[in-house]
């Protein structure tokens, strides 16, 4: 047996179904098995870096492991920014690195290019240097992709090591199962138990781990018994439903970017807060306030690493959030009692009254008929033509996100793909497709800049040659926005480096996908329902929208009711 056709048995036996990427030197090896195999389905995407993302995509709409295959040299180099983003939101995502024979390395050939420049970007790496080494190697590669915090892996794949052959005994692979998660300790729940029970305004806030860790019915249990209200994370977002009457939305304590005004004004209130899963990472997951004296601070993560990063915590706990969740509920269960808990009519209220505001704060731009429209109004009239429990909603960088991410109301876990730690423009190209890939039965939405789609929108051709069909809502204000926004100004980007062109809805025709430009706000709608038949009728779609350039939302320190 080759050692190709072993880590293809290996991935086969862990479940994988797909690998995207783009052909490359050192990859050759493993398509003689990938061939042949009945169980994984290999494509190309138009750039290594997009295949790296459609697996980061699929790997957040699925909570599976995603896979994405690229070779040395550039193709290598290529894949760097969305392994950073992988790295920084804690995505499971294993990239198969094709490299030279290792004879060859270190004698500066062409396209020669080592594997270290990944080390700060992930959370494991591997170079299997013998045939017998696959086991080992990809059984480690899958222990760390779905054990404790997830991160990406990178595995590195010399041609003639992958080309060698090894008795057919000596590959026996078991599948590592669901990954190993760390517990937490007795003492640290018991802590954290009385702080809530005895707290008089406690809060939870929810993070990407939460999601990871598969918690959402733990979390919104808890929520309930203590009547918490719930903000959460850009990547947990959607591991609470928005619609739920404790739901604040983005926006966790004590204050971080895209917050709404409901969290704006709650959190003022809290006493002691419950933070499981998420990393504190500057500016987006705080802007870096201090907590005032007198409030608690309960910190639950799987990496000790963001434990006591950002703030030190009252009660640091080192676990999983699902277990810890587990172990938490049953701790406040006994302090409490039987029959004791539930929602607390004055907190739903008060809730209510701060969502209410704030929206109808937003109403004017929202509905605004001028032309050309805004962003905000691009999404709200989307909100009202789909079904929010069958959309997976995915934004971009810059002002997409600031545009989306505060408004849309996801209802379900993982129904809602936010990118906050690297914030790559072009990112939901590749997530779009990745997500419709793991959820074929969900209309996937993503919006996108002008700009970023100048990066990646040829990715709208993988969407359309593989049957996946997308919804890309493309918003044009002819460049970068901030950039055009403050190009007046002396210390502002210059014009040339600012203003952009192009009739993006003519590409994505041209690449086999519906597409419409709109230019009257009163179009959007139509516009909308004609891309999702589109999309139903198994055709890729853009509505591409012309908007003026408009800042994303600011937030006043004094917002509250």
Same mark, same amino acid.
């Given at each position: 047996?080759?050692?190709?056709?072993?880590?293809?048995?290996?991935?086969?036996?862990?479940?994988?179904?797909?690998?995207?990427?783009?052909?490359?030197?050192?990859?050759?090896?493993? +398509?003689?098995?990938?061939?042949?195999?009945?169980? @994984?389905?290999?494509?190309?995407?138009?750039?290594?870096?997009?295949?790296?993302? #459609?697996?980061?995509?699929?790997?957040?709409? %699925?909570?599976?492991?995603?896979?994405?295959?690229?070779?040395?040299?550039?193709?290598? $180099?290529? $894949?760097?920014?969305? @392994?950073?983003?992988?790295?920084?939101?804690?995505? /499971?995502?294993?990239?198969?690195?094709?490299?030279?024979?290792?004879?060859?390395?270190?004698?500066?050939?062409?396209?020669?290019?080592?594997?270290?420049?990944?080390?700060?970007?992930?959370?494991?790496?591997?170079?299997? $240097?013998?045939?017998?080494?696959?086991? $080992? @190697?990809?059984?480690?590669?899958?222990?760390?992709?779905?054990?404790?915090?997830?991160?990406?892996?990178?595995?590195?794949?010399?041609? =003639?090591?992958?080309?060698?052959?090894?008795?057919? =005994?000596?590959?026996?692979?078991?599948?590592?199962?669901?990954?190993?998660?760390?517990?937490?300790?007795?003492?640290?729940?018991?802590?954290?138990? =009385?702080?809530?029970?005895?707290?008089?305004?406690?809060?939870?806030?929810?993070?990407?781990?939460?999601?990871?860790?598969?918690?959402?019915?733990?979390?919104?249990?808890?929520?309930?018994?203590?009547?918490?209200?719930?903000?959460?994370?850009?990547?947990?977002?959607?591991?609470?439903?928005?619609?739920?009457?404790?739901?604040?939305?983005?926006?966790?304590?004590?204050?971080?970017?895209?917050?709404?005004?409901?969290?704006?004004?709650?959190?003022?209130?809290?006493?002691?807060?419950?933070?499981?899963?998420?990393?504190?990472?500057?500016?987006?997951? %705080?802007?870096?306030?201090?907590?005032?004296?007198?409030?608690?601070?309960?910190?639950?993560?799987?990496?000790?690493?963001?434990?006591?990063?950002?703030?030190?915590?009252?009660?640091?706990?080192?676990?999983?959030?699902?277990?810890?969740?587990?172990?938490?509920?049953?701790?406040?269960?006994?302090?409490?009692? /039987?029959?004791?808990?539930?929602?607390?009519?004055?907190?739903?209220?008060?809730?209510?009254?701060?969502?209410?505001?704030?929206?109808?704060?937003?109403?004017?731009?929202?509905?605004?008929?001028?032309?050309?429209?805004?962003?905000?109004?691009?999404?709200?009239?989307?909100?009202?033509?789909?079904?929010?429990?069958?959309? #997976?909603?995915?934004?971009?960088?810059?002002?997409?996100?600031?545009?989306?991410?505060?408004?849309?109301?996801?209802?379900?876990?993982?129904?809602?793909?936010?990118?906050?730690?690297?914030?790559?423009?072009?990112?939901?190209?590749?997530?779009?497709?990745?997500?419709?890939?793991?959820?074929?039965?969900?209309?996937?939405?993503?919006? #996108?800049?002008?700009?970023?789609?100048?990066?990646?929108?040829?990715?709208?051709?993988?969407?359309?040659?593989?049957?996946?069909?997308?919804?890309?809502?493309?918003?044009?204000?002819?460049?970068?926005?901030?950039? @055009?926004?403050?190009?007046?100004?002396?210390?502002?980007? /210059?014009?040339? +480096?600012?203003?952009?062109?192009?009739? +993006?809805?003519?590409?994505?025709?041209?690449?086999?996908?519906?597409?419409?430009?709109?230019?009257?706000?009163?179009?959007?709608?139509?516009?909308?329902?004609?891309?999702?038949?589109?999309?139903?009728?198994?055709?890729?779609?853009?509505?591409?929208?012309?908007?003026?350039?408009?800042? %994303?939302?600011?937030?006043? =320190?004094?917002?509250?009711?």
């Amino acid at each position: 047996m080759r050692a190709a056709d072993a880590l293809v048995k290996a991935l086969e036996a862990e479940g994988v179904t797909y690998i995207s990427g783009f052909a490359g030197g050192g990859l050759a090896p493993l +398509f003689p098995a990938l061939r042949e195999s009945e169980t @994984i389905k290999l494509f190309a995407a138009r750039h290594e870096r997009l295949g790296v993302e #459609i697996a980061d995509g699929y790997a957040r709409a %699925t909570g599976k492991v995603g896979v994405a295959a690229t070779g040395t040299g550039p193709g290598a $180099t290529n $894949t760097l920014t969305g @392994i950073a983003g992988a790295f920084a939101d804690n995505i /499971p995502v294993l990239l198969l690195m094709g490299q030279h024979p290792l004879r060859n390395l270190g004698k500066e050939y062409q396209q020669e290019v080592s594997s270290s420049i990944f080390d700060t970007l992930v959370k494991w790496k591997g170079t299997i $240097t013998r045939a017998d080494e696959v086991s $080992t @190697i990809m059984r480690r590669a899958f222990t760390n992709l779905r054990s404790g915090s997830p991160g990406p892996v990178v595995v590195e794949m010399p041609q =003639d090591v992958m080309n060698s052959e090894m008795p057919d =005994d000596a590959f026996a692979y078991q599948p590592v199962g669901p990954g190993r998660r760390p517990a937490a300790d007795p003492g640290d729940i018991e802590k954290a138990a =009385d702080l809530l029970v005895e707290a008089k305004y406690p809060i939870l806030n929810l993070g990407g781990g939460v999601l990871s860790a598969g918690a959402a019915e733990e979390a919104k249990e808890l929520a309930e018994l203590l009547s918490m209200p719930v903000a959460t994370t850009l990547v947990g977002k959607g591991v609470f439903p928005e619609d739920h009457p404790l739901s604040l939305g983005l926006g966790v304590y004590p204050r971080s970017k895209y917050a709404t005004g409901p969290a704006l004004h709650i959190n003022r209130k809290a006493d002691v807060v419950l933070a499981l899963g998420n990393s504190y990472r500057l500016p987006n997951g %705080t802007d870096g306030r201090p907590i005032p004296e007198g409030v608690k601070l309960i910190h639950v993560n799987a990496d000790e690493g963001d434990l006591n990063k950002t703030y030190q915590a009252d009660v640091a706990i080192l676990a999983d959030a699902k277990l810890a969740l587990q172990d938490l509920l049953q701790a406040v269960k006994d302090r409490l009692g /039987p029959g004791r808990g539930g929602l607390k009519e004055e907190v739903v209220a008060e809730i209510q009254q701060a969502r209410d505001k704030w929206l109808g704060e937003w109403m004017p731009t929202f509905t605004d008929t001028s032309t050309p429209t805004n962003g905000y109004r691009v999404i709200y009239d989307l909100m009202q033509v789909i079904d929010k429990d069958k959309t #997976i909603a995915v934004h971009d960088a810059g002002g997409s996100r600031g545009y989306l991410s505060p408004f849309w109301v996801a209802t379900k876990p993982r129904n809602y793909i936010g990118m906050g730690g690297m914030a790559a423009m072009g990112w939901s190209m590749g997530g779009a497709v990745g997500a419709k890939l793991g959820r074929p039965d969900h209309l996937v939405v993503h919006l #996108i800049g002008d700009a970023s789609f100048g990066m990646t929108g040829m990715e709208i051709e993988t969407a359309v040659r593989m049957g996946l069909p997308t919804l890309t809502v493309l918003i044009n204000n002819g460049g970068t926005g901030g950039g @055009i926004m403050g190009m007046e100004r002396p210390g502002g980007a /210059p014009p040339a +480096f600012a203003q952009l062109g192009g009739n +993006f809805s003519q590409v994505a025709m041209a690449l086999g996908a519906y597409a419409e430009r709109v230019e009257q706000p009163g179009e959007l709608t139509e516009a909308y329902r004609r891309a999702i038949r589109a999309t139903e009728n198994g055709q890729a779609a853009m509505v591409e929208v012309m908007i003026k350039p408009m800042r %994303t939302p600011d937030l006043p =320190d004094d917002w509250s009711l």
